[in-house]
T-cell receptor, first 113, second 115 residues
């Protein structure tokens, strides 16, 4: 079953604009991760945020986590055409289940040049 | 310095046949994961190996699915009596260890089509 649910399902923007994707989940987590997938490079890890963190940055990526609402958001600033891909959140419950990722259905991002 | 490799990249089979999908993890990675991704969906966990043993196989959908990792490196996912619903991309990932958080590196996947 899919624990993470992303919205929107699809997002279309112009190059230079910011893109925000949201993820909700249902059970407690150790960490939440965001991945990008495109046909050329497969599934690539972008960023991880632990359950005791509220915000994390990596380059043009900003991730927030609200464990009280069981939600996370991924912001991509100053988007580029090369950012066009599907983006997935994945939760890791930790404990004996470390690495057993539960993925959402993903957001398809299209960045128009 | 190769990443995770999977063979074959594409597999077409007929309903009822047996298939084997292979995963070569990154050298030195003790944890190995199999996921299945259906069209338009996120990957779905199947099984996790720590070394040679299956630490968690709770995601295997039924007893037609089986996976091995006899020497703690290469893993093979085996599907018996394939059904059309088994059609999906099968992804393999590896990480340094599954006992604490380590980034998972994914292979390109094997696209399985059951006719």
């Amino acid at each position: 079953s899919q624990q993470g649910e992303e919205d929107p399902q699809a997002l279309s923007i112009q190059e230079g604009e910011n893109a925000t994707m949201n993820c909700s989940y249902k059970t407690s987590i150790n960490n939440l991760q965001w991945y990008r997938q495109n046909s050329g490079r497969g599934l690539v890890h972008l960023i991880l945020i632990r359950s005791n963190e509220r915000e994390k940055h990596s380059g043009r990526l900003r991730v927030t986590l609200d464990t009280s609402k069981k939600s996370s958001s991924l912001l991509i600033t100053a988007s580029r055409a090369a950012d066009t891909a599907s983006y997935f959140c994945a939760t890791d419950a930790g404990g004996t289940s470390y690495g057993k990722l539960t993925f959402g259905q993903g957001t398809i991002l299209t960045v128009h040049p | 310095g190769a990443g995770v490799s999977q063979t074959p990249s594409n597999k077409v089979t007929e309903k009822g046949k047996y298939v084997e999908l292979r995963c070569d993890p990154i050298s030195g990675h003790t944890a190995l994961y199999w996921y299945r991704q259906s069209l338009g969906q996120g990957p779905e966990f199947l099984i996790y190996f720590q070394g040679t043993g299956a630490a968690d196989d709770s995601g295997l959908p039924n007893d037609r699915f089986f996976a091995v990792r006899p020497e703690g490196s290469v893993s093979t996912l085996k599907i018996q009596r394939t059904e059309r619903g088994d059609s999906a991309v099968y992804l393999c990932a590896s990480s340094l260890s599954g006992e604490t958080y380590n980034e998972q590196f994914f292979g390109p996947g094997t696209r399985l089509t059951v006719l």
